[in-house]
């Protein structure tokens, strides 16, 4: 059974500063792996989504990388931005049957 | 193009009823999942349909349902509800196994 761990579970940073946020899974298996936002009570908006055969996505001010041998990806936000305040969650995707295997996230607060 | 629609935002049940959920997912998308949401679990995997058939079952009760119709419509009931069944519950839709999914915002249902 795939699991996800996702390190910190929060972090707190002034503005400005650039970020990593770690995700890893057990299973290397994997058909691709997605990031999400969720602010507090809301519903998941997609980031960024890497396909098992890609080693990175990129989008404004956010990267995202996938190393499957290591079981690992991160999500990097530059400049970051009190709006950037948010849980963000990384999701991998074992199989072609839609089934989505979360981490806990990362409740991140960009204080101005 | 319209998102993912989930009705009711809001639902505040007895213990003992049931409830259904409403998800109609981005025009075109087959696949439909359902996702539980928790302070003390996250998230977790409830069912997946595609083309009206359940494909996938998560770790639940027989107390949760679901089903599709042909215009991949979906709705998930759950019966005799316990004070435990309140949460977020997120339904998700994607074109295809190389696609990411597409979340909702989700009913808040709260059991009293």
């Known amino acids: 059974k795939q699991e996800v761990t996702q390190i910190p579970a929060a972090l707190s940073v002034p503005e400005g500063e650039n970020l990593v946020l770690n995700c890893s899974f057990t299973?290397?298996?994997?058909?691709?792996l997605q990031w999400f936002r969720q602010d507090p009570g809301k519903g998941l908006t997609s980031l960024l989504l890497?396909?098992?055969?890609?080693r990175e996505q990129t989008s404004g001010r956010l990267n995202a990388s996938l190393d499957k041998s290591s079981g690992r990806s991160t999500l990097y936000i530059a400049a970051s931005q009190p709006g950037d305040s948010a849980t963000y969650l990384c999701?991998?995707?074992?199989?072609?049957?839609?089934?989505?295997?979360f981490g806990r996230g990362t409740q991140l607060t960009v204080w101005p | 193009k319209a998102g993912v629609t989930q009705t009711p935002r809001y639902l505040i049940k007895t213990r003992g009823q049931q409830v259904t959920l409403s998800c109609s997912p981005i025009?075109?998308?087959?696949?439909v999942s359902w996702y539980q949401q928790t302070p003390g679990q996250g998230l977790q995997f409830l069912f997946e349909?595609?083309?009206?058939?359940?494909?996938n079952k998560g770790n639940f009760p027989g107390r949760f349902s679901g089903r599709q119709f042909s215009n991949s419509r979906s709705e998930m009931n759950v019966s005799t509800l316990e004070l435990g069944d309140s949460a977020l519950y997120l339904c998700?839709?994607?074109?295809?196994?190389?696609?990411?999914?597409?979340f909702g915002s989700g009913t808040r249902l709260t059991v009293v």
């Open positions: 999701a991998s995707r074992g199989s072609t049957l839609g089934r989505l295997y």
């Open positions: 299973d290397s298996a994997i058909y691709n």
């Open positions: 890497i396909q098992s055969s890609q």
């Open positions: 025009s075109g998308h087959r696949s």
């Open positions: 349909y595609f083309s009206e058939t359940q494909r």
């Open positions: 998700a839709s994607s074109l295809g196994p190389v696609d990411g999914y597409t």
